[in-house]
């Protein structure tokens, strides 16, 4: 499963600004070091770095996005793929 610590951001926030932090659990409930992907068309306003969703440029139209995330576990054979919403306000 991955899970989303918060959802909203500005819509003047600068580039580079953290939305929120990203975690994979695995079947125990236990976070899992990975690496993240976004689909394509989140490209022209979010990006990972680490374990953050973040803005990929400033002036962000106000607005629901979602956001195709995929994680692949670097210790144990776990891959997972969500849907979340981010509201631009």
């Known amino acids: 499963m991955i899970s989303l610590s918060q959802n909203t951001v500005s819509k003047t926030a600068p580039a580079s600004t953290v939305i929120g932090l990203l975690t994979l659990l695995d079947s125990s409930g236990t976070p899992q070091a990975a690496n993240w992907s976004l689909t394509p068309s989140a490209a022209d306003y979010f ?12 002036s962000i139209p106000a607005g629901l996005y979602s956001v195709y995330v995929r994680a692949n576990a ?16």
């Open 47 to 58: 990006l990972t770095s680490g374990n953050g969703l973040l803005t990929a440029g400033g």
């Open 74 to 89: 670097q210790a144990i054979p776990l891959k997972e793929k969500t849907w979340f919403v981010v509201e631009v306000s």
